[in-house]
C-alpha cells in the first residue's frame, strides 16, 4: 500500500508543514494498517512467536532492512518499510504461545490507551500539564490501596517506571522514617543499616541496597522452605543476630510471588516480626500483586494490610501495557518528604488551582511518562470483575499445566505441590537421561537440556518459555501464565514441542 | 461514529474472543479516528491549548466524564467516549502555542514510533525478546557517543525513563569508579564524599545525592555568574575547601542547559580542575545535548568530549515523544560493573546467541520500556540533518523573542545579551507598575504579576508559558521553544497574549 507514497514524500511534508494534513493522515493510516495486521496476526496461531537471527545477522542488514542511521532523510515509503521490518523481526510477546516473561499478552483497550497516551504526549509532574491524567493516577492508586486493605484507601504512592525502580522507592523511604537526617547527611548519620530480602527474591533489592549506599552485604539473604517462602524463624534468627552486633535491622522484604517460583511469603508471621522489632515491612509483589483482585486466590497475600509499603505492577499479572508499575505506601507524606526539593520552576506555590495535585515533587524523577491511562482505561472496560477473570483464568490453566505433566514420563516438578502463583517449575528428562543414575553426569547432562530446547524453540519459532537454574537446582523451565489469550491447547502445544524438540537430546 | 458499537458490546468481545477480529479492527480505528482528530487540531490554531477545569470540578464529573473505577464492565461505546473526554479535558502539548515545557511539540513520525512501540510491546532487557530494539539502541548510543566525540563511539550508555534518572546513573558511576566497595559496604567504605553542581543546575543532581546515600549537605552548590554560568574559580576554591576538611571531593556535574535561564556551564574550564583535582566530570546536557546536533551551535558544550559521562535527553531539544534520555559514558564496563547482579532467572550464560547484547543487568531496572524506537525512526526520516534544521530553528525563533522585546517598553530582560539555548527570561510590567520606583513595592507587586498572566492565559486556553522566581529574582517568564509547529506568528501572539493580559493588572 504505501506506493501511495512517492519516494520523494519525506517527513517534513508532514504536520506542521503547510498542507501536511492530507500527507500526514494517509502517513498515520499507513501506519495503523500495518499495526493493525500485526495485532491480528498475533492472535493467530499459525502465525510464528518470532523469526530468529543472530545479532550479526541483523547488524548486516537483512533484504534492506538497515539499521544504521545516516545524515540523510529517508522517504516515508522507507519509514513504513522499516515500520514493518521492526515488526517482522521482533517477538510477538502478545501471542498466546508466549509464555516467556511475567509481562505477556497484548490487551486491545490497553494498546488504545497507550496509543492515546502517545498522542497526548505529556507529563506526571504537574496537574498543569496533566489534569486528566494525574486524577485518574489519584484516583486508581487510592482503590489498589483500599484493595490492599488499608481503611479507606489511605496513604501514598505513585506510579513509577517497574519494579525494581518500585522496590527502591521503598528501600528510600523507610530510611526516611526511620532516619530523616540522610536525606541531608549522607549514610554517615546513621548506624550500619541491615535490610532482609529472600534468597528467591528479586534481584531489585539487591540493586536498591547498591544503588542507595547501604552495601549488598548488609542486604541479609534469608532462607526459604522448599517451596520458595521465607523461614519467619530464620528472619527472627537474622534480626537477632543482628542488633547483637550492634547494627540497625530496617527493613524486610516479602515477596508476594516470587521471580522463578511463584511462591508467597507468610506476610503474616514477617509483620509480627516487624513490629516486634521496629522494622519497615515491604511487600514486592510485582507480580503476585495481581491475586488481589481475585477473591479465590487473594489469601495468598494475607496480612498485605501490615505491610508499610507495597509494590504492584499491573504490567504483570493483569496484563495491562508496559511500564505500569505503582509504589503505595501507607503513611501519607513520606514520599514528599523523602524526595521533595521544591524545585521552584516546576512548582509554583502561587498557581490557581490546588497545588497539592502536582505530583512531581514525590517522585526521584522530574519528568515521568504517563503510564495510568492504559491502566484506568482497562479497569473501565473490564471492571473489577474483568481482572479476578482473568486472574482466575490463568491461574486455571496453570493448575491444568500441573495436573498434566506432575505424574508424565519425563517431567519432574522442581518442588512438589500445586504452584501458588502461575509458576510451573519443572525439568525435562530427554530418553537418553531417563535411565542414567542420580548423580554428577546426568546433572550435568540435564543442565544443558533446557537451554538446548529453548535455542530449538527460538529457531523454530512456534513458542517460548524461560528457563533457568536456581541455587544448587540445574537449569529448568519455568512456565509462567499471564497471556489472556493462552487456553489448554496452547499450554499441550508448549509441552508437545519440549518433546517434540527434546526427544532426541 | 460510535454508535457503529452497540451498548452491548464489551472489552471482553475483542480479540483474542473467539470471531473477535471484526470488533477488535472496528474499534481500533474508532480510536484512532479520535486520535487523527485530535492530531489533526492540535495543529489547527483555531484550537485552544487547553480547556482549563479545576480539580474538584474533573473529579465532581464533567457531562457524563466519570474518573472513578467501578466493579462492573464499561461498553465498548463508553470506552471511546471516555477515549475523547480524556483528551478534551486534557492539555495540548504539541499545539503551536505550548511553550510551557522544555518537552513540546507532538512529531508525526515519533507518534507513529509510539504507536508501534506500544503495539510490540516487549521489554528491553535482553536480546532475546527485543532483538531489533536492542540493536537500534546500541546503534544510537553509539552515533551519540561519536557526536559527542568519543572517539570511534567509545564508551557505552543506556537509555533510561528520564534525565532525573540518567544524573542518578552518573553519580552511582562515578562512585563506582572510585569506590568500588560501596557496591558491597556501604557508603560507610568510603570517605567523605563531595559533589559538585551549579546554584542553577537541575534539582535531580540534589535529588541523586539524597537517594544514594551521600546527603544534600554533600553536594557543594556553585556560584554562578548573571547569566547562570558556573565560575570556575568558585569550582576550584570549593574543592580545596573540602579536601582542607579532609573530605573527597569526587563529582562534578557541569550544566549544558540550565533549566531556567539555558545557560551552558565552561566545560572546559571544569574539565581542567576535574583533571587536577581527579573528579568525575559529568555533564548534564538534558535540555542542551540536542545543541550537538548543530554545527552552528555545538560550540556552545565545547569539552564535551572531556566529561566523563553525559546525560541527553532527546524528549526536549529533539522532539522525540517523553521519554526518551541517554546516558553516555566514556569508559565501557563502569554501567555493568556498577549495577550487574546477574540474575539467573534472566541473563542466561548458556542462551544460543551473544549475550553481551543482554542489556538488563547495566540497568538499575529490571523491566525496561522500549524508549528508542521512536527516536531512532525519527532520526530515519530527518536524517542527522533533519535535527539540525530542528535545533537551528528553534534558536532562530528565540533570537528573535529576544531581540523582538529586548527594548520593548514594559519588558524587561532577567539577563543580559542574547540567550545561548531557547529560553528568554523577561519580566513584563503592566502600566500600573511602570512608573513605580524601584523597590520593595514594585517588587512584591511584580512577583504577582506572572502567575496571573499565566492563569488568566490557562483560563483562556490561548498559550501557555512557565514563570518561576530564581534566587532573589521575583517571578518571571520563561519562554523556552522546542515546539517543531512554532513560527513567528506564534511568538508574535504570546507577546500580544501577555499584553492583553496584563494589561489592566
Redesign the interface.
Known amino acids: 500500500n504505501c506506493d501511495k507514497f512517492s519516494a520523494l514524500v519525506?517527513?517534513?511534508d508532514?504536520?506542521?508543514a503547510k498542507n501536511g494534513?492530507e500527507q500526514?493522515?494517509q502517513?498515520?493510516?499507513e501506519?495503523?494498517e500495518?499495526?493493525?495486521n500485526?495485532?491480528?496476526k498475533t492472535?493467530d496461531r499459525s502465525t510464528k512467536v518470532l523469526d530468529?537471527?543472530?545479532?550479526?545477522q541483523?547488524?548486516e542488514g537483512m533484504e534492506g532492512f538497515n539499521?544504521?542511521?545516516?545524515?540523510?532523510?529517508?522517504s516515508?515509503e522507507?519509514?513504513l518499510v522499516?515500520?514493518r521490518?521492526?515488526?517482522k523481526?521482533?517477538?510477538r510477546?502478545?501471542h498466546?504461545r508466549f509464555f516467556?516473561?511475567l509481562?505477556t499478552g497484548?490487551d486491545?483497550?490497553g494498546?488504545?490507551g497507550?496509543?492515546?497516551t502517545?498522542?497526548?504526549?505529556?507529563?506526571m509532574f504537574t496537574?498543569?500539564?496533566?489534569?486528566?491524567?494525574v486524577?485518574?493516577e489519584q484516583?486508581?492508586l487510592k482503590?489498589m490501596r483500599e484493595i490492599v486493605g488499608w481503611p479507606v484507601g489511605e496513604g501514598d504512592g505513585i506510579f513509577s517506571?517497574?519494579?525494581?525502580?518500585s522496590n527502591?522507592y521503598s528501600v528510600?523511604i523507610a530510611r526516611y522514617k526511620f532516619f530523616p537526617e540522610?536525606?541531608?547527611?549522607?549514610?554517615?548519620?546513621a548506624p550500619?543499616l541491615i535490610l532482609f530480602t529472600s534468597e528467591h527474591s528479586?534481584?531489585?533489592i539487591?540493586?536498591a541496597?547498591?544503588?542507595?549506599?547501604?552495601?549488598?552485604?548488609?542486604l541479609i539473604l534469608l532462607r526459604t522452605d522448599e517451596r520458595g517462602r521465607v523461614i519467619p524463624a530464620d528472619l527472627e534468627a537474622k534480626v537477632i543476630e543482628a542488633k547483637q552486633k550492634g547494627y540497625v535491622p530496617m527493613f524486610v522484604n516479602a515477596t508476594a510471588g516470587t521471580?522463578?517460583y511463584g511462591a508467597f511469603d507468610p506476610i503474616n508471621e514477617i509483620a509480627d516480626i516487624c513490629e516486634k522489632y521496629n522494622m519497615w515491612l515491604h511487600v514486592d509483589g510485582a507480580w503476585g500483586g495481581g491475586l488481589l483482585m481475585s477473591r479465590k486466590h487473594r489469601h495468598k497475600l494475607n496480612g498485605v494490610e501490615r505491610a508499610n509499603s507495597v509494590t504492584w505492577n499491573p504490567?504483570k499479572m493483569m496484563g495491562v501495557?508496559?511500564?505500569c508499575s505503582a509504589i503505595l505506601v501507607r503513611e501519607r507524606g513520606l514520599l514528599q518528604g523523602?524526595?521533595s526539593?521544591s524545585?521552584?520552576?516546576?512548582f509554583?506555590p502561587?498557581?490557581?488551582?490546588?497545588v497539592t495535585?502536582d505530583t512531581g515533587d514525590k517522585?526521584?524523577?522530574?519528568?515521568?511518562?504517563?503510564d495510568i491511562?492504559k491502566f484506568?482505561?482497562?479497569?473501565?472496560?473490564?471492571?473489577?470483575?474483568?481482572f479476578e477473570q482473568h486472574i482466575d483464568k490463568c491461574l486455571d490453566l496453570s493448575a491444568y499445566l500441573y495436573n498434566k505433566i506432575k505424574n508424565r514420563e519425563g517431567y519432574q516438578m522442581v518442588f512438589d505441590g500445586e504452584p501458588q502463583h502461575t509458576n510451573v517449575c519443572f525439568w525435562y528428562f530427554p530418553p537418553s537421561l531417563r535411565g542414567l543414575p542420580d548423580g554428577e553426569e546426568r546433572r550435568e547432562r540435564l543442565h544443558?537440556v533446557a537451554?538446548k530446547i529453548?535455542?530449538l524453540m527460538?529457531?523454530s519459532g512456534t513458542t517460548?518459555v524461560?528457563?533457568?537454574?536456581?541455587g544448587d537446582k540445574v537449569?529448568f523451565f519455568?512456565m509462567v501464565i499471564s497471556n489472556?489469550?493462552a487456553t489448554r491447547s496452547d499450554i499441550d502445544f508448549l509441552i508437545e514441542e519440549i518433546e517434540r524438540l527434546g526427544n532426541d537430546l
Open positions: 519525506q517527513s517534513l508532514l504536520l506542521p494534513e500526514t493522515m502517513f498515520l493510516l501506519v495503523v500495518i499495526l493493525t500485526y495485532v491480528r492472535f530468529f537471527h543472530h545479532p550479526h541483523l547488524l539499521l544504521e542511521l545516516s545524515d540523510q532523510p529517508e516515508l522507507q519509514i522499516d515500520c521490518d521492526t515488526l523481526y521482533g517477538v510477546t502478545g498466546p516467556n516473561q509481562s497484548l486491545i483497550v494498546l488504545a497507550e496509543w492515546l502517545s498522542t497526548a504526549n505529556t507529563n496537574y498543569e500539564i496533566a489534569p486528566v491524567f486524577l485518574m484516583l486508581t482503590k517506571p517497574g519494579g525494581a525502580i527502591m528510600m540522610v536525606k541531608t547527611k549522607g549514610m554517615a548519620a550500619r528479586h534481584y531489585s539487591k540493586k541496597s547498591a544503588a542507595l549506599g547501604f552495601g549488598t552485604e548488609n521471580t522463578v504490567h501495557p508496559l511500564q523523602c524526595n526539593m524545585a521552584g520552576y516546576l509554583q502561587d498557581k490557581q488551582y490546588d495535585y517522585a526521584i524523577q522530574c519528568g515521568r511518562h504517563v491511562f484506568w482505561l482497562m479497569w473501565k472496560a473490564k471492571g473489577t470483575v474483568g544443558k537451554p529453548k535455542a527460538m529457531e517460548m524461560g528457563y533457568q537454574p536456581q537449569n519455568r489472556h489469550a
